[in-house]
C-alpha cells in the first residue's frame, strides 16, 4: 500500500485544463478505509465549464466511505485478461504489495467514454525505495510539437512555474532547452518535493497521429 491521496481530475474535453474536483484519501495507511468527498472551490469552478458530478458520487456535500471500490470497477483492470501483466508493467504498477486503490493511481483509471481521470500524489519515498511512476505530459494540443521532438528513452527535466497564473504549482517539462508541455495537475505536486537531481525523467512511450499526440514519461526516484 503506497498511495494516501488520488485526486478525482475532470475536464471539458482532451485539449482543456484540468479540475480537482474531488480527493480519495486512505484514512489508515495500513487498511481499506477509503473516502471520497469534493473539493467545492474546484467544483465550482469546474461546474462553470459544463461539470455536473461523478455519477457514482451525486451529492457534493456527503462523504463517501462504502462501495468505492465496486463504484470504480470498470476504471481497473480485470484479473482475468491475458494483458493484465503488460498493462500493470506500462505503469510501473507490478509492484508487490499494491492494492486496488495503488493500482487506480497508478494507472489513472481513465476510459474512453468520460473525461475522469484519477492522479495520484505520489510520495517520495516507500518504505525507503524511491518512487517510480508513469506521467504523461498536459497541452500537447496548445504547443503543435514535431513528431521528432522526442524518442523514446530521451532524458527530460522540469521547472516550477510559480507565476503561472491559473496554476501556482506548475511545472513545466523541458527536453534539454525546449519546452514539451506541463506535468498534469495533481502529479505535479510530486515535483514540489524533489530537485531535478533527485530524480531520473525518461520517456517511456510516444503516439503520433500527423503531430506529436501523447508522450508518456517515467519518474524514478534515484
Not at 76 to 84: E, G, I
Not at 115 to 142: M, Q, R
Amino acid at each position: 500500500m503506497i498511495l494516501k491521496k488520488i485526486y478525482l481530475s475532470w475536464r471539458p474535453g482532451k485539449g482543456d485544463g484540468r479540475f480537482l474536483v474531488g480527493v480519495f484519501s486512505r484514512e489508515n495507511s495500513s487498511g481499506d478505509d477509503i473516502v471520497f468527498k469534493y473539493q467545492a472551490d474546484e467544483v465550482k469552478k469546474a461546474s462553470g465549464k459544463g461539470f455536473y458530478n461523478y455519477p457514482e458520487f451525486p451529492d457534493f456535500d456527503k462523504e463517501y466511505r462504502t462501495n468505492l471500490k465496486t463504484a470504480l470497477s470498470l476504471r481497473l483492470m480485470p484479473k482475468t485478461r491475458a494483458d493484465r501483466n503488460n498493462y500493470l508493467s506500462f505503469w510501473k504498477a507490478n509492484i508487490d504489495g499494491l492494492d486496488w486503490f495503488d493500482e487506480l493511481g497508478f494507472t489513472q483509471g481513465e476510459l474512453a467514454t468520460d473525461t475522469f481521470e484519477f492522479l495520484a500524489e505520489y510520495p517520495k519515498k516507500y518504505n525507503g525505495i524511491g518512487i517510480h511512476f508513469v506521467s504523461n505530459i498536459a497541452a500537447l494540443s496548445h504547443l503543435n510539437l514535431a513528431n521528432d521532438c522526442v524518442n523514446i528513452g530521451d532524458k527530460l527535466r522540469f521547472e516550477l512555474e510559480p507565476e503561472n497564473q491559473a496554476d501556482k504549482s506548475a511545472v513545466k517539462i523541458f527536453k534539454n532547452s525546449e519546452f514539451i508541455g506541463y506535468v498534469k495537475r495533481g502529479h505535479n505536486l510530486f515535483f514540489h518535493k524533489v530537485k531535478n537531481e533527485e530524480i531520473d525523467i525518461k520517456v517511456t512511450n510516444l503516439e503520433k497521429n500527423g503531430k506529436m499526440k501523447q508522450i508518456y514519461f517515467s519518474v524514478r526516484v534515484i
